[in-house]
T-cell receptor
């Protein structure tokens, strides 16, 4: 089974702090994603990566950055946390690549509920 | 741009009954995938069912089936013989079929389903 893990289930940070959310997948997937989940808004894509050191902005990248130094690890960074970044953050991965069966199916981590006070 | 609409924020059903969750989408693409994801309370998001747009036959996975109407851009999920474990948030999602690094999901806002004994 694919396993996607996130470093924390719950996190409380103060306004202005630098915050790191870590995600690790164990299935050699090429693609990794960070989403933000808010009630009434569904999931919105923040950033994604389709290869090591490669990244692309999603729909709401402002205030976030990402890092992918190793294939299995994708980090989301809040440079200076603000209260409007209080949310549930979900990481996902998918096989990717051309012509592979099931390449597009995304597997999700358990989520990190971040509270910024 | 593609959009996904789930017009039912909350639904409830009695155990063993059948329930249908609605989803509509807007796209100018001809080749795409559609998905239903399930997010149980405090648990990880998992894929319930997927449909390739080029396939006319509706997808089925055990008690879960879809009614895919491509011309109407409608993709509803039917859950038969509802079980208490089906209680969850359900998300409809769209993915454009295409180039290497476009495996991005666009989610609806979700439908919270409560199954009562």
């Amino acid at each position: 089974d694919v396993k996607v893990t996130q470093s924390s289930r719950y996190l409380v940070k103060r306004t202005g702090e630098k915050v790191f959310l870590e995600c690790v997948q164990d299935m050699d997937h090429e693609n990794m994603f960070w989403y933000r989940q808010d009630p009434g808004l569904g999931l919105r894509l923040i950033y994604f990566s389709y290869d090591v050191k490669m990244k692309e902005k999603g729909d709401i990248p402002e205030g976030y950055s990402v890092s992918r130094e190793k294939k299995e690890r994708f980090s989301l960074i809040l440079e200076s946390a603000s209260t409007n970044q209080t949310s549930m953050y979900l990481c996902a991965s998918s096989l990717g690549g051309w012509g592979r069966e099931g390449r597009y199916e995304q597997y999700f981590g358990p989520g990190t509920r971040l509270t910024v006070t | 741009a593609q959009t996904v609409t789930q017009s039912q924020p909350e639904m409830s059903v009695q155990e063993a009954e059948t329930v249908t969750l609605s989803c509509t989408y807007d796209t100018s693409e001809n080749n795409y995938y559609l998905f239903w994801y399930k997010q149980p309370p405090s648990r990880q998001m998992i894929l319930v069912i997927r449909q390739e747009a080029y396939k006319q036959q509706n997808a089925t996975e055990n008690r879960f089936s879809v009614n895919f109407q491509k011309a109407a851009k409608s993709f509803s999920l039917k859950i038969s013989d509802s079980q208490l474990g089906d209680t969850a948030m359900y998300f409809c999602a769209f993915m454009k079929q295409g180039s290497y690094n476009t495996d991005k999901l666009i989610f609806g806002t979700g439908t919270r389903l409560q199954v009562f004994p």
